[in-house]
């Protein structure tokens, strides 16, 4: 086992989606603040942190987010295209991945992840009820961007592809709350305890 202040990880917060289902999600309010700061705000603290973005975000929510912006350079790729150009301008060897709409995903949960990682995994990837949550894991930045550069071009282009692909091990997480991502008004509502 790795102790946990040995390395600095990046984290990674994926917020390129395009939001059909909820059109301006990331900066709606999630208990007195947009969203994604609240995401942001969550787990700042572990590390340089770098939001994956498709466009720009609102002056207020961009002078609220102090990390850096990586624009998806392969825009229409989904979240698999989103974190390759953004694990293409990280330098740490690890990176914490965590949705945007996630907000209740904090550094306990990193933590956890951490505390499950051993030298020889390329991954520490989340599970609730038997289903593999790709987008709040832990990678070895260098093994992710080599698989998913593969599966963006020769394959479906989907990160539980790469996860599968890689030495990986889940951690299971019982709350089904923690991993809880938001896709319309009524999910963020009832996440959140929020009647607005």
Sequence with gaps: MQPAAAKQDAVVI?????????????????????????VYRNVRSIGPTYVSANAAFSENL?????????????????????????????SQERCFVVAGDAPFVDASVYQRLLEAWTEDLAAVVAERGGRLEPLCALYDRGAFLGEARRELAEASGAVRAVVESLRHRRVRFSDERVLGGINTAADRDALLGLHL
Aim: charged content about 25%; aromatic content about 4%.
């Design 14 to 38: 994926l917020a390129g989606g395009e939001s059909t289902r909820f059109p301006g999600k990331l900066e709606s309010d999630a208990g007195g603040m947009p969203l994604l700061l609240r």
């Design 62 to 90: 961009a002078r609220e987010l102090d990390c850096t912006i990586v624009r998806d350079s392969r825009p229409g790729r989904g979240p698999l295209g989103g974190l390759v150009s953004t694990f293409e301008s990280v």
